[in-house]
């Protein structure tokens, strides 16, 4: 059973009638670190929207990943709700970065809440817009970027998201997320440690300079 308190916080602009719709057909979940909870491929059968931990989206081309954006708290995932309602394969993957609390919302009840409760469509549509502008600053970084402010970027967002630093993550792991070999990384961070920006250590990836 999905606790109404958390429900209110999670939608505090809902209607109260289709938040007991969702108290009622929504199934709360915990999800471990780690867990593949979507393939490119797969039929969308559930919307989730994170309540506590993070999901990480991203694509995958020839066996390398190209992070497009993570799902925090009280988010959701607009990918999986434009598959799940035009019922089509996904074409993204997503996993948990963090053991991860989700709210799964059934699609077949999305299709009926969106006609008799338009407030739900504001949700989604704001989760659009902060989704194409995260994309639109992901495109820009891959094309203007160089490697080591790319890098750099990338391990701030991580610290910031996670709370952590050091940041425990392997070079290989951070060559995955940005689409590049993890010799790549490996060279660009040291350069970064030279000039004094992070600090490798037994413990992780600390940022020295914000």
């Known amino acids: 059973m999905v606790n109404k ?3 209110l916080q999670v939608f505090p602009h809902l209607n109260s009638e289709l938040i007991l719709e969702i108290e009622d057909n929504a199934l ?3 999800i471990p670190k ?4 979507l393939r490119e491929g797969q039929y969308v059968s559930v919307v989730p929207i994170v309540m506590d931990g993070l999901i990480k989206v991203f694509k995958q081309y020839e066996e390398r990943d190209l992070l497009l954006y993570y799902i925090k708290p009280n988010e959701s995932c607009i990918m999986s709700f434009a598959a799940g309602l035009k019922n089509e394969p996904s074409n993204v993957f997503a996993q948990t970065e963090e053991d991860t609390t989700a709210l799964l919302l059934p699609v077949k009840k999305i299709f009926s809440w969106i006609k008799e409760y338009p407030e739900l469509n504001s949700l989604f549509f704001q989760q659009y817009n902060i989704r194409y502008s995260e994309l639109l600053e992901t495109i820009q970084h ?4 160089k490697m080591d402010q790319r890098l750099y970027d990338y391990l701030r967002e991580k610290i910031d998201l996670l709370n952590k630093n050091p940041l425990k993550i392997s070079h290989r792991q951070i060559a995955s997320d940005l689409g590049t070999a993890r010799e790549v ?4 961070m040291k350069k970064l440690e030279q000039e004094g ?3 490798q250590q037994a413990n992780g ?4 300079k914000w």
């Not at 990836?205 to 020295?208: A, G």
Request: aromatic share 4%; no cysteine.
């Open 142 to 145: 891959v094309l203007f970027n």
């Open 205 to 208: 990836i600390e940022i020295l």
């Open 5 to 7: 308190q958390k429900l």
């Open 34 to 37: 780690g867990t593949e909870i």
């Open 185 to 188: 990384v490996s060279r660009v």
């Open 197 to 199: 920006k992070v600090k």
């Open 28 to 30: 709360k979940k915990d």
